[in-house]
């Protein structure tokens, strides 16, 4: 997870001092991403369950906002880069908040030709995977911004840098709740209904 959040920020090129939205940032992901981006000199802003405000304020988040109070899109505007771990539903309103110029990129929207030709996909692919993402590249051209999407690959050097990272910090699993595997019904209804602290976890004994 903290290689996955590495490579986003990598991807964005960022500059100490600049600001990063982190979507849902009192999940798994958040708890990674969050001392990532500080690494980066970032200024972070995260949204989540309030519960989980101070947690993520000890890992380095500058400010929170409580989307059961209120919506970060009424709040936020012309922060230099998002970190999407939402999705479809939510990608317009963090194109709406992300400057002119601005990037985004997504753990959770759709590839795009971009991510084909990065990746080294053949033309057949590249032209596949433009026509997926072309609605998220669609929503970033209207303000000049870009859209990335990334799925993480190994990368040796990556972790290396991970371990420095979190030489001098406590690198904490975020786990929500713990279900027997006989729960696995409720475990699934537990993530499909959002929300989560962090990981979802099967006991099998």
Do not use: C, W
């Amino acid at each position: 997870t903290a290689l996955t959040a590495l490579q986003a920020f990598e991807l964005l090129h960022p500059k100490a001092g600049e600001t990063v939205f982190i979507s849902g940032g009192t999940g798994s992901l958040g708890a990674m991403a969050i001392p990532v981006a500080k690494s980066f000199g970032l200024t972070v802003i995260t949204s989540g369950n309030g519960a989980s405000e101070e947690r993520v304020r000890k890992l380095g988040a500058d400010q929170f906002i409580d989307y059961k109070k209120e919506d970060y899109a009424d709040v936020l505007s012309d922060v230099d880069y998002v970190l999407d771990t939402l999705g479809d539903r939510e990608l317009p309103k963090e194109f709406g908040i992300l400057k002119r110029g601005g990037s985004l990129v997504s753990l959770r929207g759709l590839p795009n030709g971009e991510f084909a030709a990065r990746s080294d996909m053949s033309f057949i692919k590249r032209m596949m995977f433009k026509m997926a993402g072309r609605k998220y590249d669609k929503m970033a051209a209207a303000k000049g911004q870009k859209y990335f999407f990334i799925f993480v690959h190994e990368d040796g050097a990556g972790l290396e840098r991970i371990s420095e990272i979190f030489k001098d910090a406590p690198l904490e699993a975020s786990v929500d709740e713990v279900f027997s595997l006989d729960d696995v019904n409720k475990a699934m209804k537990k993530v499909a209904s959002g929300g989560s602290k962090g990981k979802t976890i099967l006991k099998i004994s």
